[in-house]
């Protein structure tokens, strides 16, 4: 087993790293094209060449002509452009979606509901994948958008579009798909899929942030979700980011030329995480649907007992990164709620984390990631431990070495307990010289995660006395609001 610190990046579905080719191609950009794409001239005329042809290459993945692509700043206003716009557009009405949706569906949907809309969340099965039959049974008169997600991000279960897209036609409903997830990953051909919307992001295939688009095949109506300009056929309006949208269609042609050998190294290597963490931990479980159901990177393991924080937090000090649910809540302690909507218990829900692998994944990053969790497994550091906040006394405050780990807003907000150090959880093992070891130390944040990621580090180094904050600052705040 390799005995080296190996820095692991195993959180591809939140993110993925810039590829090579889309740094260059974003960079030359940068320097030579500078024009609005809206404006006349030749360096407009330039930039508007550079963003049609990047809308070519993301057409080409989904199989539709270019003009039924709209660029957008990412998945997230897709989502909600697409609800929203359709919602409003009919005047109001009853939208289908699923319990395992990405926030911004949920999102948009609680919104719309605030606006006098109907929602029906539909629940997953125990393999995470949502049934024909339940959104079938879920149409009314009223209803005016079924959205499913293709695949789930914290799972990876790929959802029955076709089928799903096939019941809406039918019941003349325009269907729509989150395909962030799968796009340059699997097929997304829209005619295959059989949506009249489809949304994506650039940064899950190895391009930049902010940028994405959504799909329309132009048959449903929809009022945009932004006013004030003619950009992206008044469909979406603002200043495209050039330098953005070509870095996007870089990333769409980089994906196609790689997608089957990708999907089959991914698979092999998922394999191989599985067949590790049984033999490790013979009591896991594994969050998944079938073969032919599921997305080929991704892995949502249940380990019963353990704590996913603290699987997290330990792995994280071997430089090996994963992630407890959707990057989208990783500042609070709760259940996914994915997972609590394919059945599993608060616990078990607590006790998962999610490995995602993508084009950077290597053999050794997976012997590393098992090394490490073999470690991890053992349990917390010695002189680690909760700290219930109706334990935090000013008796306590007088005696321990306490620091404070909120973002600096947050202290401006809520001032800190008087005697407390001021830190920040970022960079903090560059501090951890600086705590006394012969005093008990106590770390707060708002709600208790990053001060628990940083406790984790301190004790690990050695540290005999470190208590965090259940609940963190929060917590404690509600049980004495007159101090601090």
Not at 144 to 160: D, K, R
Not at 388 to 395: F, N
Request: hydrophobic share 40%; glycine share 10%.
């Amino acid at each position: 087993m390799p005995l080296w610190p190996r820095k692991t990046y195993f959180d591809h579905n939140a993110t993925t790293p810039v590829a090579p080719e889309v740094r260059r191609a974003m960079a030359a950009c940068l320097k030579n094209n500078h024009g609005n794409p809206s404006s006349l001239h030749i360096a407009g005329r330039t930039a508007r060449g550079a963003v049609e042809q990047a809308r070519r290459s993301v057409a080409k993945l989904l199989g539709c002509p270019s003009e039924d692509v709209y660029f957008t700043s990412g998945g997230t206003e897709a989502n909600n452009a697409v609800l929203k716009g359709v919602f409003t557009a009919a005047g109001g009405g009853h939208i289908i979606t699923s319990k395992i949706e990405h926030d911004s569906i949920l999102g948009a949907c609680a919104q719309i509901e605030k606006q006098g809309g109907a929602v029906t969340y539909v629940p997953a099965g125990a393999d995470g994948c949502v049934k024909a039959k339940d959104i079938a049974a879920a149409i009314r008169p009223d209803t005016v958008l079924i959205s499913i997600m293709h695949a789930n991000n914290e799972t990876g279960a790929i959802q029955p579009i076709a089928d799903i897209a096939a019941l809406a036609r039918k019941a003349n409903i325009p269907f729509h798909t989150d395909a962030v997830q799968t796009f340059g990953k699997l097929p997304t051909h829209v005619d295959e899929l059989g949506c009249e919307f489809l949304t994506l992001s650039a940064h899950k295939i190895n391009g930049p942030k902010s940028v994405g688009a959504i799909y329309w095949r132009g048959n449903a109506q929809w009022i945009p979700l932004l006013a004030g300009g003619d950009q992206e056929r008044s469909m979406r309006t603002g200043t495209e980011g050039v330098h953005q949208v070509v870095g996007f269609g870089t990333a769409a042609d980089l994906a196609a030329t790689r997608m089957d050998a990708q999907r089959k190294k991914l698979v092999a290597l998922r394999k191989t995480v599985i067949d590790g963490m049984q033999t490790l931990w013979p009591a896991v479980r594994i969050n998944q649907a079938p073969a032919d159901h599921q997305m080929p990177g991704t892995v949502s393991v249940t380990f019963p007992g353990k704590s996913g924080l603290s699987l997290l937090a330990g792995l994280d000090c071997h430089q090996v990164a994963v992630s407890i649910g959707s990057a989208c809540t990783a500042d609070r302690i709760e259940p996914s709620h994915v997972l609590l909507g394919m059945g599993l218990s608060v616990e078990d829900a607590l006790s998962t984390i999610r490995v995602s692998m993508g084009t950077t994944t290597v053999p050794a990053d997976v012997a590393y990631f098992l090394w490490a969790l073999q470690r991890v497994l053992r349990g917390d550091p010695a002189g680690l431990a909760w700290l219930p906040p109706e334990h935090l006394t000013e008796e306590h405050i007088r005696s321990a070495f306490i620091i404070d780990l909120r973002m600096r807003y947050e202290r401006l907000l809520a001032p800190s307990i008087p005697s407390a150090t001021l830190w920040s959880h970022i960079g903090f093992e560059k501090r951890i010289k600086e705590i006394p070891r012969d005093r008990e130390v106590i770390l707060m944040c708002t709600t208790g995660i990053f001060s628990f990621e940083a406790g984790y580090r301190l004790a690990a180094a050695g540290h005999p006395q470190v208590r965090v904050v259940s609940g963190g600052y929060e917590a404690w705040k509600a049980l004495y609001p007159k101090k601090g």
